[in-house]
C-alpha cells in the first residue's frame, strides 16, 4: 500500500512493477519483484521472504514491513534502497573441513536452519519456496549432509568429499524435485557406512546418497559414489533419476549401483556403475536412454545390469553392459524398445536349473529378457554370450526387428536335464528367442552360434522373414554339435526353427548350419526374398513346405528340401511339398535333392537340382503323388529304383531319361528338337545317369534329340545356360514326346 497526504491507496505486492523514493537528495532506488524483499538501511541489509509479507505500510517519517502480525519500522532516512531478489542468489554454503563443518546460512531468517554436530550437517528448510540452493565443498571423513524440505531444492557439489561412518552421506527428505548440479571442473565423492544407524520414524535411508525425491542431475563436474551399506544401494530415490550432465560413477554396492522406485532417465552425461545387485533397477520404470553413456558391470548370479517393471527404452546414447553372474540380464523388463543409440551386451554366465515338479526349469544368462515384446527399430545392438545355454534376445511374447544394427554371437553350449513332468531334455541358447511371434522386417541381423545345439532363431510361434519386395539382410551361421537326448533323440543347432509357420517374404539370407538351415513344424513358405544356404544337413523342413516366390539356393549334405512331420523323427504321408514359382537351385551331394514324405506339385518357377552321385539317394524322392503342374524343372540323379516321374494326370509333359552308363560331372546334357532349337542345356556338378527334364516347350508327338558333352557360348547360371549356342556334343538318343510322363533310356 501506499500513504499519500493521509490517504491510504492499497496495491498486491504481485502488481507492483517498481516503487521509487523521492527523499531529500532525490530519488535513491529502484525496487523490483521478486522472492526476497531486501532493505538496505546504513549500509546494512535485512532479508524478508514475499511470500511471507503482509504489507509494507508508511507511518510518518518510517517504513514499516508487516510480516505474520508484527510490524517492524525503518527510518525512512536511514533507508538506502529496497530491492528484491531471488532465494537462488543467497546460496547457503556448506565447507567441510575434517571432523568439522562451516555454515554460512543467509536465509538463517527466511526459513531456513541449519544444525551443524562436528561434520554432521541437517537443515531443514521451510521457506515454502523453490529453488533454494545449498552448495557443498571440503573434505571429512566422518560426516554427512541431510536435509529436510518442503519445496524444489538445488544441491551444487562443488568438489566435496563426504564419508559417513553410520549412514547415507546425502540424504534427502524430501519428496520435491533435487536438482543436483555436479560445478565444472569439481571432483565429488560420496561414501556411506557399513552399517547405518537406526533411522527417525517414517524415514529412509537406502543408500550412500538417497532422496525421497526426484533427483536431478547436470552440470559437468563428477561424482564418485561407493556404496558399503551392507543392505543398501549405491545411488537412490523413492522418485525418478534423471541424468541430464555430469559424469556420474557408482563405484561399487552390495545391493543396486542406481535404485529408483518410478524410473531412471538419461539424456547426457555418463553413468558407470559397479555393483554386486542390479546396475540400474528403475522400479515401476520406466528406463528412458535417449542420449549420454551407461556403463554397467554386474559380477553377481541372478542381477541385472538394466531392470524395470515397465519399458526399457534406448532412443540414443551409448549403452555398455557386462553381465558375469549365473540368470543374470542385460536388460530386464516387460518390454524392450531399441529405436537409436548403440547398445553392446556381453553375458558370461551361465544356466541355473531350479527345482520344479519332476525336475527342473532351466533359467538363462540373457542379454535382453522380455515378457510381452522386444521391438529394435533404429538401434545398433551387438550381444556376445559366452556362458553356458547364453542366450541373445528373448521374450515371452513378440520380437520385432524393423530396422538397425542387431549382431548376436553365443559361444555357450547347451547340455541335458530332466524338465519338470519327468523327461530328458535338453538346454541350449538360441541368439533370438521367442515364445511369442517373431518379425523380421528389416534392419541388417547377424547371428553366430559356435556352441552345442545351439540356434540362431527358435520360437513357438510364427517367424515372418521381411515383407511384400523388402526386407532385412540376414545372416545365421551355427556350427555347433548336436546333443544327445537318449533313445534316439538329439538336440540339433539349428538356422532357425520354430514349432508353428515360418514365412519369408523378402530380405536377403544366408544361412549355414549344422542341421537345419530353416524348420517348421507346421508349414513353411516362401514368397519372396532372396535365400542362399551355403552349407546345411538339411535346407528346408516342414510337414508343409510351399514355394511361391522368391529365389532359393541350397547346398546340403542331405535333402534339400524335405517335407516331413518330424516329430520323434516319425514321418507323415501327409506332408505337403509345392513349387508355385520362384527360383529354386538345390544340391545335395549325398542327400536328396527334394524329399516329400507326401505330395510334390511342381506349377510354376525354375527348379535346378544337382541330385547324389550314389545310390540309394536320388534328386527327387517323392512318397506320395507327384505331379507337374507348369515351370521349368531339370533334375540330375544316378539311376536308381528310386528315381521318379509324374503322374500321368500331370498338365505338363515331362521325360525322365536315362543312361546305361554313368557320365562324368561337368559334362554338359542337352535337348534339343528336330529344327535344332534348344529346349535344355545343362552342366550337373555331380556325376550323373538320370536327367529328369520338363518344360511347357515339351510338345505331344514332337520328336527330340538328346547329346552330352560339347559345349555352349550362353549364359551359366546353377548348371543352366540360357542363350549361346551348343555345340560339338554326342548324339546319344532321339525320341518323341508320346506321354505325359515318360522314360527314355540309352
Excluded at 415 to 428: L, M, N, R, S, W
Excluded at 458 to 472: H, N, V
Amino acid at each position: 500500500m501506499t500513504r499519500t497526504g493521509g490517504q491510504v491507496e492499497p496495491f498486491g505486492l504481485a502488481g507492483i512493477d517498481n516503487i521509487t523514493f523521492a527523499l531529500p537528495g532525490g530519488a535513491k532506488s529502484l525496487l523490483t519483484s521478486g522472492e526476497i524483499l531486501r532493505v538496505h538501511v546504513a549500509g546494512a541489509t535485512q532479508l524478508f521472504p514475499v511470500a511471507a509479507l503482509d504489507s509494507l505500510d508508511f507511518a510518518g517519517d518510517a517504513l514499516v514491513v508487516h510480516r505474520g502480525g508484527v510490524a517492524q519500522p525503518f527510518l525512512l532516512a536511514d533507508v538506502d534502497s529496497l530491492t528484491f531478489a531471488s532465494f537462488a542468489d543467497y546460496a547457503v554454503t556448506v565447507a567441510y573441513g575434517g571432523a568439522a563443518a562451516t555454515v554460512v546460512n543467509p536465509l538463517a531468517g527466511l526459513g531456513v536452519a541449519v544444525v551443524v554436530s562436528g561434520a554432521d550437517v541437517t537443515v531443514t528448510s521451510s521457506a515454502g519456496v523453490p529453488g533454494v540452493e545449498y552448495r557443498l565443498s571440503g573434505a571429512t571423513t566422518d560426516g554427512m549432509f541431510k536435509i529436510y524440505a518442503d519445496d524444489d531444492v538445488v544441491l551444487r557439489l562443488a568438489g566435496v568429499q563426504i564419508t559417513n561412518l553410520n549412514g547415507p552421506a546425502v540424504n534427502v527428505q524430501a519428496d520435491e524435485t533435487i536438482d543436483v548440479v555436479l560445478e565444472t571442473g569439481t571432483v565429488n565423492a560420496l561414501t556411506d557406512g557399513v552399517t547405518y544407524a537406526a533411522a527417525p520414524s517414517g524415514e529412509d535411508q537406502k543408500a550412500a546418497f538417497f532422496s525421497e525425491g526426484q533427483l536431478v542431475f547436470s552440470g559437468a563436474g563428477s561424482l564418485t559414489v561407493t556404496g558399503r551399506g551392507t543392505s543398501q544401494h549405491g545411488l537412490g530415490s523413492d522418485d525418478f533419476i534423471d541424468v541430464r550432465g555430469g559424469a556420474i560413477v557408482v563405484a561399487g554396492a552390495v545391493k543396486d549401483g542406481v535404485h529408483t522406485n518410478e524410473g531412471y532417465y538419461q539424456s547426457g552425461g555418463s553413468l558407470n556403475v559397479t555393483a554386486h545387485g542390479d546396475g540400474v533397477d528403475g522400479g515401476a520404470g520406466p528406463i528412458g536412454i535417449t542420449g549420454g553413456a551407461v556403463t554397467v558391470l554386474g559380477t553377481d548370479a541372478d542381477r541385472d545390469a538394466l531392470k524395470c517393471d515397465g519399458l526399457i527404452e534406448v532412443a540414443g546414447g551409448d549403452v555398455d553392459l557386462t553381465v558375469q553372474g549365473n540368470q543374470s540380464k542385460g536388460l530386464n523388463s516387460p518390454a524392450v524398445t531399441l529405436s537409436g543409440g548403440t547398445l553392446d551386451i556381453v553375458t558370461s554366465g551361465g544356466v541355473v536349473l531350479e527345482a520344479s515338479g519332476l525336475g527342473f526349469d532351466p533359467s538363462y544368462c540373457t542379454g535382453i529378457k522380455a515378457d510381452d515384446l522386444v521391438l529394435i527399430d533404429g538401434c545398433q545392438l551387438t550381444i556376445t554370450a559366452s556362458g553356458v545355454a547364453g542366450r541373445g534376445v528373448s521374450c515371452d511374447g513378440d520380437i520385432t526387428v524393423q530396422s538397425g544394427v542387431v549382431t548376436v554371437h553365443s559361444s555357450g553350449g547347451g547340455g541335458t536335464y530332466t524338465d519338470e513332468t519327468g523327461v530328458v531334455d535338453a538346454y541350449h541358447g538360441p541368439c533370438l528367442n521367442a515364445d511369442g511371434d517373431l518379425l523380421l522386417a528389416g534392419g541388417t541381423i547377424s547371428l553366430t552360434h559356435t556352441g552345442s545345439a545351439g540356434k540362431g532363431i527358435a520360437g513357438d510361434s510364427d517367424l515372418t522373414i521381411g515383407t511384400a519386395g523388402a526386407g532385412p539382410t540376414l545372416q545365421i551361421a551355427v556350427s555347433g554339435a548336436s546333443i544327445s537326448i537318449g533313445g534316439g533323440e538329439y538336440a540339433e543347432a539349428k538356422g532357425a526353427s520354430v514349432d508353428s509357420v515360418l514365412t519369408v517374404d523378402g530380405g536377403t539370407l544366408t544361412l549355414t548350419s549344422v542341421d537345419d538351415a530353416l524348420k517348421a513344424k507346421v508349414r513353411l513358405v516362401i514368397n519372396g526374398g532372396t535365400i542362399n544356404v551355403v552349407n546345411a544337413l538339411e535346407g528346408f523342413e516342414a510337414p508343409n513346405l510351399y514355394i511361391n516366390g522368391g529365389e532359393v539356393h541350397i547346398n546340403t549334405t542331405d535333402d534339400g528340401l524335405n517335407a516331413t512331420y518330424g516329430v520323434d523323427g516319425e514321418a507323415s504321408d501327409g506332408s505337403i511339398l509345392n513349387i508355385s514359382g520362384g527360383y529354386v537351385h538345390l544340391t545335395a551331394p549325398a542327400g536328396d535333392g527334394i524329399d516329400s514324405n507326401g505330395s510334390l506339385t511342381i506349377s510354376g518357377g525354375t527348379v535346378v537340382v544337382h541330385g547324389p552321385p550314389n545310390q540309394p539317394e536320388v534328386g527327387l524322392d517323392v512318397n506320395g503323388a507327384f505331379l507337374m503342374q507348369g515351370g521349368l524343372t531339370a533334375v540330375s540323379q544316378i539311376n536308381s529304383n528310386m528315381n521318379e516321374v509324374p503322374l500321368g494326370t500331370s498338365t505338363q509333359r515331362t521325360v525322365l531319361v536315362r543312361t546305361s552308363s554313368t557320365i562324368s560331372a561337368g559334362t554338359l546334357f542337352h535337348i534339343e528338337n528336330a529344327s535344332g532349337a534348344t529346349l535344355l542345356t545343362f552342366r550337373p556338378n555331380s556325376r550323373y545317369s538320370a536327367v529328369l527334364f520338363s518344360s511347357s516347350a515339351l510338345t505331344a508327338g514332337v520328336t527330340y534329340r538328346v547329346y552330352t558333352g560339347g559345349t555352349c557360348t550362353g549364359t551359366l547360371r546353377d548348371g543352366l545356360y540360357t542363350g549361346g549356342t551348343y555345340s560339338g556334343g554326342t548324339l546319344r538318343t532321339t525320341f518323341t514326346s508320346t506321354a505325359v510322363s515318360q522314360t527314355v533310356t540309352f
